[in-house]
């Protein structure tokens, strides 16, 4: 880390991962600069944060000046930032040192890495793995988001009593990432959306997405979704150890010899790694047949690290979710509270809903975006729902497309959504707080919705 000490940085992208990277150069007494595409009046909050940080760095915004990327010897980029920007690629060719954040933190870590790859389900596999290695006494960094940059593991003051760094990895961080080479990975699906402004099409999203597999070795393990990936040759061939897990038997599928990992079997989650385990489901605490893929993923990470069973039964029963997806708050008087601000679109709330077999009152609503058509959703939407209460500012026309649905409701205020909610509930309901809409009509983004969701929750 002293190689940076002193250092002219550029840091390009001025994102909460932007700022993270300030704190960290501030702490190696480097001169920072900082460019934004941005115009100023777009940036008038990260402005007034970055004029209190002492030293303050020197700040250029609404262009790249080339000048800029040819005065600095290091340049670092946020996440949002394509790595493929004619003044990035500009100061590579002027053998300028140049990074994105992901892998400036991965040069700089020393400890074993377990990537969580894949589309959807990243960040709670990540953190089921995180919280079962710390109930084995394991001090473990959990990071690779915009929320928890993975710069921020350098920036522990024990980072030599780490044992095991926990990474998410999307295929935009894998872009340009070279020397990365994870002791376990683990995929658990590939989507097909992408990023239209890092990848050109969807062949180099899945050609990049796949290329942590080629970094493997013998020695190494990944860990495979049977149900989304068996039937991908890239994954069946990998050079490494290879571990599956199913949400359906291997028994029944006639797979029971041929592969190791983990499934569902009499209703209980059973493991063939190293020795067989079984681990008892009916006490878990996080709600959805997404979170028990989930589960089952991390599962098999850990078998695969000798993980002792009684820690892994431990996690099944106490891990209490992600904030803001399907997170547990509270049960007052028989009703439980959920919050799941985090889903802003529709295929996240229907998803989310039929996580309960529970009754629920659904609160939903939030941002204006005329593109989506509601008709569509509106079955699925009131399959599992008793109640629905609606806010923000797509509640008109929620409301009509829900028409025949005789339990709708139109508030005027988030506030009065908890309360209306909690009124219309009785002992056994399950109110959720699952948006589908974007949160920008009231908050800044979903987490303070949800962080206000809780507050009210609580308040009750």
């Known amino acids: 880390m002293d190689r940076f000490k002193n250092k002219k940085v550029l840091i390009v992208g001025i994102g909460r991962t932007g700022f993270t990277l300030i704190n960290f150069f501030n702490t190696l007494e480097c001169e920072i600069k900082v460019t934004d595409i941005k115009p100023i009046f777009d940036l008038n909050k990260a402005i007034k944060k970055l004029k209190k940080i002492n030293p303050n760095p020197s700040m250029v915004f609404g262009e790249h000046r080339e000048e800029d990327f040819l005065a600095a010897d290091v340049i670092v980029y946020s996440p949002a930032v394509n790595p493929d920007l004619p003044q990035l690629e500009m100061a590579r060719r002027a053998g300028k040192e140049v990074y994105s954040e992901f892998a400036l933190a991965n040069k700089l870590c020393k400890k074993p890495i377990i990537a969580v790859c894949g589309s959807f389900g990243r960040t709670t596999v990540a953190h089921m793995i995180g919280f079962t290695l710390k109930l084995e006494g394991k001090n473990v960094f959990v990071g690779g988001t915009s929320e928890t940059p993975f710069i921020e593991y350098c920036m522990l003051p024990n980072t030599d009593e780490i044992d095991y760094v926990v990474v998410e990895v999307s295929a935009v961080q894998m872009k340009g990432l070279t020397n990365f080479h994870p002791r376990i990975v683990v995929f658990t699906n590939i989507g097909e959306h992408y990023s239209k402004n890092h990848f050109k099409s969807a062949g180099e999203y899945i050609e990049t997405k796949l290329s942590i597999i080629k970094t493997l070795s013998p020695n190494d393990i990944l860990v495979i979704n049977f149900d989304k990936l068996a039937n991908n040759a890239f994954f069946r061939n990998a050079n490494c150890k290879k571990y599956w897990y199913s949400r359906r038997s291997f028994v029944k599928m006639g797979v029971m010899n041929e592969i190791q990992g983990t499934h569902f079997h009499n209703r209980r989650i059973n493991c063939n790694i190293n020795y067989h385990s079984d681990f008892i489901v009916t006490t878990m605490r996080?709600?959805?047949?997404?979170?028990?893929?989930?589960?089952?993923?991390?599962?098999?990470?850990?078998?695969?690290?000798?993980?002792?069973?009684?820690?892994?039964?431990?996690?099944?029963?106490?891990?209490?979710?992600?904030?803001?997806?399907?997170?547990?708050?509270?049960?007052?008087?028989?009703?439980?509270?959920?919050?799941?601000?985090?889903?802003?679109?529709?295929?996240?709330?229907?998803?989310?809903?039929?996580?309960?077999?529970?009754?629920?009152?659904?609160?939903?609503?939030?941002?204006?975006?005329?593109?989506?058509?509601?008709d569509s959703y509106v079955n699925d939407m009131v399959k599992n729902v008793r109640v629905i209460v609606l806010v923000g500012e797509c509640k008109e026309r929620l409301n009509r497309a829900l028409g025949e649905f005789n339990q709708t409701y139109i508030v005027g205020s988030f506030e009065e959504s908890v309360l209306f909610a909690y009124q219309k509930s009785r002992t056994g309901d399950v109110i959720l707080l699952s948006p589908g809409n974007p949160a920008s009509d009231f908050f800044r983004d979903y987490a303070e919705r949800g962080n206000y969701f809780k507050k009210l929750v609580y308040q009750l």
């Open 286 to 374: 996080i709600v959805g047949q997404h979170n028990r893929e989930n589960l089952l993923a991390a599962i098999t990470a850990l078998k695969a690290m000798n993980v002792s069973d009684k820690s892994i039964q431990t996690c099944i029963e106490k891990f209490p979710g992600i904030p803001h997806r399907l997170e547990f708050l509270m049960e007052k008087n028989g009703v439980c509270f959920y919050n799941d601000s985090k889903a802003e679109s529709m295929e996240e709330l229907i998803k989310s809903a039929d996580s309960f077999k529970r009754s629920v009152i659904l609160i939903a609503g939030g941002k204006e975006n005329e593109d989506i058509d509601f």
